[in-house]
């Protein structure tokens, strides 16, 4: 079974330049989660998808930044325009729709790590 | 502020002792912990989780302790062996009805020596 992947792998561009990443969960996962980790500091959430709707968005930093999950399918994290603060890893994750009462585990795709200059 | 805290940001231990890798969390609602395991230029492996209904889980060589009173949990590597060399990462769900996304520590960087 494929893993979740993420493209591209590392980004390089200018403040002010629109860079869009690109996640893949795990086929038949319908939960898939954007998180983002800035050097030196812990894994922060994002958002997080079930199917093509956004359930909860609440870590995304500001207008910006855009998600989408066209078709409940792959997702796309759109920066625009990127500032220098943006850079980081970006980790999308993907899980199974959890039973009531349980917690299905998230398998973490390897990251984007993205570098604003 | 954060609500799970990993004070050690790294660890040491001979091949073959165990490791305690330890978390505090402030929020006595998470109700699901998990701990997630990372290699350099890699995602975030998953490794072992518990529900905040238990007190301990095993799974071969590692076994995570929760203690609710103390907001506290613990994994143990027993064990310990050099390609448990990581960056350990202890997270929470559950909080506030948000039960799909993780709320991460910092990570314990694990070195295992011959």
């Known amino acids: 079974e494929a893993g979740v992947t993420q493209f591209p792998s590392h980004s390089v561009i200018e403040k002010g330049q629109t860079v869009t990443l690109r996640c893949d969960p795990i086929s038949g996962h319908d939960n898939l989660y954007w998180y983002r980790r800035v050097m030196g500091k812990e894994i922060k959430f994002l958002l997080h998808f079930v199917k093509e709707s956004k359930q909860d968005e609440s870590g995304m930093p500001n207008n910006r930044f855009l998600a989408e999950r066209t078709g409940g399918t792959y997702s796309t994290l759109k920066v625009q325009p990127a500032e220098l603060e943006d850079s980081g890893v970006y980790f999308c994750?993907?899980?199974?729709?959890?039973?009531?009462?349980?917690?299905?585990?998230?398998?973490f795709g390897p990251g984007t790590r993205l570098t604003v200059t | 502020d954060q609500q799970v805290k990993q004070n050690s940001p790294s660890l040491s231990v001979q091949e073959g002792r165990i490791s305690i890798l330890n978390c505090d969390y402030t929020n006595s609602m998470f109700d699901y912990f998990l701990w997630y395991k990372k290699y350099p230029a890699e995602g975030p492996t998953f490794l072992i989780s518990i529900s905040s209904i238990k007190d301990k889980n095993e799974d071969g060589r590692f076994t995570v302790f929760l203690n609710k009173s103390a907001k506290h949990l613990s994994l143990h590597i027993v064990p310990s062996q050099p390609g448990d060399s990581a960056v350990y990462f202890c997270a929470a769900s559950g909080y506030g009805g948000s039960q799909g996304n993780l709320i991460f520590g910092k990570g314990t960087k694990l070195s295992v020596k011959p």
């Open positions: 994750a993907s899980s199974q729709s959890p039973l009531a009462g349980t917690v299905y585990e998230q398998y």
